[in-house]
């Protein structure tokens, strides 16, 4: 993904002082390198291949997200700070709600 490309999907990128720190590659899958499994793609979509974990709804909503990863041991957080300890991951979403982007540490 050019830089562009990226500013563009990203808006509040611009003038923050990010860096990209790996190319874009077509096999990564946010959801599945934040839950540690490299065997799975994961998205709700029903079709073949993809992983979805089968007790939450097929559905991509912050809601299910959350589920997902409350089933892998994460808690709900108020604050986005470094806890030493514990590991974070933060969910973006777009302005409707919908997550578009899941970070691990």
Excluded: Q
């Amino acid at each position: 993904m050019l830089l562009d490309d990226l500013e563009s999907s990203f808006p509040g990128l611009r003038g923050s002082g990010y860096r990209v720190t790996s190319p874009s590659d077509p096999a990564y899958n946010c959801l599945a390198w934040a839950a540690r499994d490299g065997g799975h793609w994961w998205d709700p979509a029903s079709e073949s291949g993809y992983y979805w974990p089968p007790e939450i709804p097929r559905v991509l909503s912050l809601t299910t997200v959350g589920a997902v990863f409350s089933r892998s041991g994460f808690l709900p957080c108020s604050d986005p700070g470094l806890d030493p300890g514990f590991e974070k991951i933060a969910i973006y979403a777009n302005e409707h709600d919908s997550p578009t982007h899941v970070k691990g540490s």
